[in-house]
C-alpha cells in the first residue's frame, strides 16, 4: 500500500503568520491562520480549525486540541487565550474567552466569548458556557447553560495532569512517518 501525505493549510492573514513550536503535531487536514501561536508539545488533530484571523488566538504548552475542535475569536474585541495542558475534546467550539491551564473541554462542549475558565476545570460534553462566565477551579460544569455541578474529585483532578501526556504519545505515532 503507498501511502501520500499531504501538509496542513497553515496561512497567514494579512501580515501575521502562525508561530508553532517545532514540536507540535499538526495533522494533515487541519487549518490554522493568521495571528495564532501555539507552545509546545501540542497537538492539533484532524479536521481542527483555529482561525485567528479577525484577532489572536493563544495556546499554551502541552495543549491537545483535537478533531474537528473550531477555535475563534471575535474581530476587534476578544482574543481568545487557551493555556498550558488544556484538553480541547472533539467537536468542541472556543470562542474568544479565556482558558487556563489543566482544563477538558468535553467533546461538543461550547465555550462563548468573554467566559473565562478557571484552572483544574472540567467542562461536560455537550455543555454550553454562555458568554462572561467564570468556571470557577475545582468543579465539573456541565448543562445548557453550563452551571456548577459538583467538586472535582481526586481521580478527575488527576485525570486532567495525565490526559495532556496521553496526546504527546499519542501524537508521537503520526511523527515517526
Known sequence: M???FKMPLILPVLDKSPQIAD???VAENATIVGDVFIGSHCSVWFNAVIRGDVNYIRIGN???????????CTYEKNGTDIGNYVNI???AIVHGCVVHDYVLIGMGAIV???AVVESNVIIGAGAVVLEDTVCESGYLYAGIPAK???PLTADQLALLQKLPHNYVHYSSWFQER
Open 62 to 72: 502541552y495543549s491537545n486540541i483535537q478533531d474537528g475542535v473550531v477555535i475563534h
Open 89 to 91: 475534546g472533539h467537536k
Open 112 to 114: 462563548m466569548d468573554r
Open 148 to 150: 456548577k455541578i459538583k
Open 2 to 4: 503507498i501511502l501520500s
Open 23 to 25: 514540536n507540535v503535531f
